[in-house]
């Protein structure tokens, strides 16, 4: 019998799809939902990312109480039917715990239909318009000191791009270590202010300027928590520093002002990671609010709509830059590099360092080499999962809840995310 990864395996109409499991994991701390589809032929299978990592409990019951006894018997060929079907039969469609679960059915079943083509799944996307992936990862630090020490090792490593972000007062030094309150005697005194992080900021980039080298491009994420007119007053202050672009300027709801802010901004826009759908993400890009596509590709729906997405994106003139953080498994991450190597439209890739741990619950994981994402060239994604490994690290519903409750402002009023 040949392994996962060997080919061919029949292309024959009578497959069917065996059984549907969502498997959640944490080696890394972090909870990820991987969908495994068996079918009627041994030994294939597929794999699928359906993480919504702060309710991965919901995306679990969704595909193993719901959506498994809606597929099971079904022809996994059938790849857009049968993503339809499972977002339709619910009547009341759409959100996050919905998408993610239709995530891991759609990456699944590709995976599979990569196996049995024997080909990667970036060639069943039309193949390669680009040998790699370039990719940015973070650099933070409490200080502008431990930020830019921390850029300076990624430069060594072969970063071209790295997003920049420093700890202010509260939670709002968002991807950066909390630092004690500045405002003791405020309602809420580790609350966040807007008026703080907009004098910080530029110093932060007029000094990386300074430090760092000239043909580095720069990053930032806001992470949604301004104002129309904040954002334009940031953008502005950041123009001389030529970031490459500045992430989320805005909450989702006010994402209808985004084109009058862009129009206003010398610094490109990146918007996208809290689209629930895939037409959330279409109004940004057709409406022109942004020069980015930042969309988690698991909380669309998968694959199936971020190809179509960034077909949309090449029209528009518009890039894309698929979410991809340590909440993104590493099927997720290998669906965006399938992606980035397949499309015009691509702009730059999120990165992140799996630790040995994922590795070795996920072999065949995906690695950064000189600031590049590769795809594998084995049928499907090219990565298999563990599942001895992966009960070892069992997924604990605390922490990134939690986490959120904390955000607020320094009158106690809470945050965006």
């Known amino acids: 019998m040949p392994s996962n990864f060997d080919q061919p395996w029949p292309v024959r109409d009578d497959i069917r799809i065996r059984a549907v499991q969502a498997i959640v994991t944490a080696p890394q701390g972090i909870p990820l939902v991987v969908v495994k589809i068996d079918t009627t032929e041994p030994g294939l299978y597929g794999l699928g990312c359906a993480t919504f990592t702060q309710r991965w409990k919901a995306v679990q019951t969704f595909v193993d109480e719901h959506l498994a006894r809606l597929l099971i018997g079904r022809y996994p060929g059938d790849i857009g039917d049968l993503t339809r079907l499972s977002g339709f039969s619910g009547y009341w469609r759409g959100g996050p715990v919905t998408n993610n679960a239709i995530s891991g059915i759609d990456q699944a079943l590709w995976d599979i239909a990569g196996k049995r083509a024997g080909m990667p799944v970036y060639e069943l996307l039309g193949g390669k318009v ?172 998968g694959l199936t709509p971020a190809r179509k997405l960034a077909d949309l994106a090449e029209l528009c003139g518009v890039r894309t830059a698929w979410h991809g953080p340590g909440d993104t498994s590493p099927i997720g991450a290998a669906a965006n590099v399938a992606l980035d190597v397949s499309s015009v439209a691509f702009g730059i890739q ?68």
């Open 350 to 417: 999120e990165g992140h360092l799996y630790d040995d741990a994922v590795h070795e619950v996920f072999p065949g994981t995906l690695r950064i080499e000189d600031g590049w994402l590769t795809p594998n060239d084995a049928p499907g994604w090219g990565i298999d999962l563990d599942l001895e490994a992966a009960a070892r690290y069992p997924a604990e519903l605390s922490g990134h809840d939690e986490w959120a409750a904390g955000v607020r402002r320094i009158d106690g009023a809470l945050e965006a995310p």
């Open 130 to 301: 680009r040998a790699a992936a370039d990719t940015y990862l973070h650099a933070s630090g409490r200080t502008i000191e431990e930020a830019l020490d921390h850029a300076q090792k990624l430069v060594s490593q072969g970063l071209r791009h790295v997003r920049l972000q420093i700890s202010t007062p509260g939670g709002g030094g968002y991807g950066a270590p909390a630092v004690p309150t500045l405002y003791p005697n405020a309602p809420y005194r580790n609350g966040w202010s807007a008026r703080d992080y907009l004098r910080a900021t530029p110093e932060l980039f007029a000094e990386a300027r300074h430090v760092l080298p000239d043909n580095l491009e720069l990053l930032h994420d806001v992470h949604s928590r301004l104002t129309p007119k904040e954002a334009v007053l940031l953008a502005r202050s950041l123009e001389e520093y030529g970031l490459f672009f500045l992430e989320d300027v805005l909450p989702p709801e006010h994402w209808d002002r985004l084109p009058e802010v862009r129009a206003a901004s010398p610094v490109p826009l990146a918007v996208g990671e809290l689209t629930t759908s895939m037409s959330d993400a279409v109004r940004l890009i057709k409406d022109g609010g942004v020069d980015f596509i930042r969309s988690h590709v698991s909380d669309i729906g």
